[in-house]
């Protein structure tokens, strides 16, 4: 059974930094690509992140852009989301997400795995 477990979430003041961790078990995703997705109250989940976990290969979404990193541990089938200059409106639940093969795709159904959720909440 394929199990997607993030940690790391919790409440931070405007400007600081949070590193979310999401370990994969069940499966090996050496070949494959993870991502963090969010959603905020009221709003649809939205792509923030992916890497293929083996080239090393990411997309961000544009509001993330030079503040956030996607990184991988292969060997520990992990990915993780440092998250830097953090600002209230990026509180939301943070998703991990996996999917088959190489291509980082932004849609919610083109992913085959979700983790249950960390809560970020960023305070002003």
């Known amino acids: 059974q394929v199990q997607l477990v993030e940690s790391g979430g919790g409440l931070v003041q405007a400007g600081g930094s949070l590193r979310l961790s999401c370990a994969a078990s069940?499966?090996?995703?050496?070949?494959?690509?993870m991502a963090w997705f969010r959603q905020a109250p009221g709003k649809d989940r939205e792509f923030v992140a992916g890497?293929?976990?083996?080239?090393?290969?990411?997309s961000y979404a544009d509001f993330v852009k030079g503040r956030f990193t996607i990184s991988r541990d292969s060997a520990k089938n992990t990915a993780y989301l440092q998250m830097n200059s953090l600002r209230p409106e990026d509180t939301a639940v943070y998703f991990c997400a996996a999917k088959f093969g190489q291509l980082i795709l932004l849609s919610t159904t083109q992913y085959d795995y979700w983790g249950q959720g960390t809560q970020v909440t960023v305070s002003s």
């Open positions: 069940g499966r090996t995703f050496s070949r494959d690509v």
């Open positions: 890497i293929s976990m083996g080239v090393g290969r990411t």
